[in-house]
């Protein structure tokens, strides 16, 4: 239709420019979106899929860049486990919950025992039954131009894109990628064979450790997956033939391999160059964003702790408090895990003379016997499951947890020194660069923390004024920058640009031509 149709479909939605009309066109339905785009004359939505799975840490940062790209005409299919559909669906976003529950799957102690005795392969064969022939069957009916994936979620993403030569992006929320700059310092599998030996600096040792880890950990995926999926298909109805063809195919340590070294589609690295600067040997095609992240009017309601009134009367009452907490952790650590880690808070609160502010829905006097420390927790701590960090830790004098990726911004960017006290993988990256930056403190894990140097950690971080204005003045910049818009640009310009005049598959063919033979 012409330009009158637009017009009328543009008063009809209260648009007042065709920018508006796109924003409320990609806030409808599919179907009545088609149907007014067509009338408008605009272009009707850019479908991809976001395939993002783990715990609620690895999920949440990815709803800002989704929602982001639905307001500049993207429709975006989420696809996560079933325990955050409802959290995902909470944002207005369409969501399946395809994945296995993860904190279900990880409270199984006994299957998770077992599982773990083949380290990686086992536990990816756990998470990952029962999943591919949904996955593919509902990526086969939305039928999306491409594909985004974190780095929990290798394998399927990679396996559909390759079947029907699709873009597959890998958004990441750590410095995953290999680098000749400098060791990783993630805490992975080989970790015990690097423990005690010094970093001489070498380039060469660098690349060798990032490059030999990477290749360990595809490999344990592709073991864990395929074994999954055979499992799969000897249980249940056979996935059509062009499935298990592509599957046996597809490879994790490929992709990283190849498609890592010459990438022919954007790869996201949703953190800050503040931290660790960039490395001079990524590619072009690696756009180091900023950190994605909700922001504090989106933090409301149950999914954030639904405490906000007793939670801001305690706040006000006092001096700042310490916020404490493990994040997703928290629900799936060990009980003996648990007790040993928000008594040990208590206790370093206590000693120190600070208010604290803990994650944990366990009440205190099920976890100690210790009256002393019951009653000083009734006065100074307030206790709840979970908190709304963007309005909660510019209020706060320093912020003891876990460092996961989104957790790490949200101290950062509040400004206050953050004690960071890893329990596995990347978490032990964070932790270093907090420590190298002078950004906070480094304590155990939680099984293991002692009140001791917490105590000391936190004398650290609220008596340390080197400490607390270096992280105040990164936090202020880290503030200004938009990592959702900066990864929206970047796709949006490969996306419109590259892949929609055909020059993204001449370049496939060029660099990958495996990938063009895929049945």
């Known amino acids: 239709m012409g ?92 969501v399946l919950g395809l994945c296995k529950d993860v904190h279900a799957t990880m409270g199984d102690k006994e299957k998770m025992d077992e599982a773990s ?32 994936f974190g780095p929990t979620g290798l394998f399927l993403p990679l396996a559909w894109a390759e079947a029907n030569k699709v873009p597959a992006i890998l958004v990441l929320l750590q410095e995953f990628l290999p680098t000749r700059d400098r060791p990783p310092k993630w805490r992975t ?5 690097y423990d005690g030996v010094t970093d001489t600096g070498d380039q060469r040792w660098a690349a060798w450790r990032h ?10 995926y592709d073991v864990g997956i395929k074994a999954a999926i055979a499992e799969d298909e000897s249980t249940s109805v056979k996935s059509p033939a062009v499935i298990g063809r592509t599957l ?29 600067g960039r490395p001079s ?52 650590i060990s009980m003996d895990a648990l007790k040993n880690a928000v008594t040990a808070v208590v206790a370093a609160l206590k000693a120190t003379g600070q208010r604290g502010v803990v994650q944990c829905g366990v009440d205190l006097s099920e976890m100690t016997e210790d009256q002393e420390l019951i009653a000083y927790a009734a006065d100074n701590v307030f206790f709840a499951k979970k908190f709304p960090h963007e309005w909660l830790f510019p209020k706060c004098s320093a912020a003891l947890h876990h460092g996961g990726a989104g957790t790490i ?21 964070w932790a270093a660069w907090i420590n190298e930056r002078g950004l906070g403190a480094v304590v155990n894990g939680p099984t293991s923390v002692t009140s001791t140097e917490l105590s000391e950690a936190i004398k650290k971080c609220t008596e340390d004024k080197t400490i607390q204005s270096t992280v105040a003045t990164v936090g202020a910049k880290m503030r200004l920058e938009d990592g959702a818009g900066n990864a929206v640009t970047a796709i949006d310009q490969f996306v419109k640009g590259t892949l929609r005049t055909g ?9 990958h031509p495996k990938f063009k033979t895929m049945p």
């Open 117 to 148: 005795k083949t380290g990686i392969a086992g536990i990816t064969q756990l998470f990952y039954e029962g999943v591919h022939i949904p996955f593919w069957k509902a990526l086969d009916a939305f039928q999306p131009e491409f594909l985004m």
């Open 211 to 220: 490059w030999y880890e990477h290749v360990l950990i595809g490999a344990q």
């Open 248 to 276: 046996k195919k597809c490879s994790c340590v490929d992709y990283l391999m190849k498609v890592i070294t010459k990438p022919t589609s954007p790869i996201i690295v949703a953190n800050s160059e503040l931290l660790y």
């Open 3 to 94: 330009a009158g149709a637009s017009t009328d479909v543009q008063k009809a939605l209260g648009a007042a420019s065709e920018e508006d009309l796109r924003k409320s066109l990609a806030a409808l339905d599919p179907e009545t979106h088609a149907k007014l785009a067509g009338a408008a004359g605009v272009a009707g939505p850019i479908k991809c899929v976001f395939y993002c799975e783990g715990t609620r840490g690895d999920v949440q940062p990815y709803v800002d860049l989704i929602q982001r790209l639905q307001t500049v005409g993207y429709q975006v299919l989420t696809v996560t486990n079933a325990n955050h559909v409802d959290f995902v669906k909470s944002f207005g976003l369409e």
């Open 409 to 429: 911004a949200a101290s950062i960017k509040a400004g206050i020194p953050t004690i960071v006290s890893p329990c596995m993988g990347d978490q032990h990256l």
């Open 189 to 193: 599998p080989l970790a015990p064979l």
């Open 281 to 332: 040997d990524y590619a072009d095609q690696v756009h180091i964003t900023g950190f994605l992240g909700l922001g504090s009017l989106q933090q409301v309601g149950d999914h954030f702790g639904g405490c906000s009134k007793p939670l801001a009367a305690f706040v006000d009452a006092g001096k700042p408090p310490i916020y404490a907490g493990w994040g997703s952790w928290t629900e799936t």
């Open 503 to 511: 020059e993204w598959m001449q370049e496939l063919d060029r660099n």
